[in-house]
């Protein structure tokens, strides 16, 4: 009897997991295209049939196409928008954070595999039951370096103080999900765990080996080098942008807030300063090099053999392709 009863319960597994699977294919669950017709034209055709069933305040799209842009929508609800109007683009800012930690392995000056600890003098991770020598640069940009704090940062009200940089890794005081703290809590290299932490680090990490602040470094090594003229990731360095409303859910806006985990959260960018940065990723560039772009997309982190994280980017493509 007990035989049976393990027999129907493995039996009753694989039918869950069967519906499961299958209501994703169906439904959508995994991945569904909004459009079954392989068009650019078509593709924006739906995009605007999706905003007039749901509140969208700004939308600036572009599609790429072999490599380039090819067509670009607009929508605004009050104040017109166009390509080079500024958004905010929250955990985008990890990815160009990568260009610029690898322009420092590229020169010489970091090793992707030594303790992170090693070059930091600022601050230093916090004593755990597990070695902090073994988180490196490699497992930070790839979200595998054990730190648990699981942060997405919601940044300061314009008239709050923000914290230091040192402040924030110690406990961050704007995160509403977590307790804020950047500490090891799990084996590095182990598993993967996002961590927003990890790219506050490297922000201290960029300032302290470059000697400059993250802003000026970034602007100087890739803004400049790529022309992303309308990108920040301070407001202030840049009065004169064209910057979107910020909508809430009920519709009405807001004032932008402000960082202090600038490599994490805080990039300001348009739609074409972001082409010029995809762009980059597939072609020749003069920030990084052809071997370092390819390097960057080939996995490190894994959720069941499936490549989630390379050095900075999220391979969507390839855990999709896999999946279906």
Known sequence: MKKIKQIAIIILAILIWTAFIGYGFIDGFLLRPITSKNTSEAFIEAAKGKIENEFVGNLAMTLIENGK?????????????????????????????????????????????????????????????????????????????????????????????????????????????????????YEPGSKYMYSGAAYTILQLLIEEISGQSFQEYMTKEVFEPLKMENSTFVLTEKPNIQLAQIYKEDGTTRQMNKFTALAAASLFTSIADLTKFLEANISSNTVLSKETIAKMSISETFINDIGVYGLGPHLYSQMTKTLL
């Open 69 to 185: 842009a090819s067509k670009s929508f607009f929508y605004s609800k009050d104040k017109p928008i166009n390509e080079n109007t500024v958004f905010p683009v929250a955990s985008v800012s990890k990815w160009v954070t990568s260009f610029g930690v690898l322009k420092l392995v590229e020169q010489g000056k970091l090793d992707l595999d030594k303790p992170v600890d090693n070059y930091l003098t600022r601050w230093h991770l916090p004593k755990s039951e597990f070695d902090n020598k073994k988180v490196t640069v490699r497992k930070l940009l790839s979200h595998s370096s054990g730190l648990i704090d699981d942060l997405g940062y919601d940044g300061f009200k314009p008239n709050e103080t923000v914290q230091t940089i040192e402040e924030s890794l110690t406990k961050a005081s704007d995160t509403e999900y977590s307790d804020g703290i950047a500490i090891v809590g």
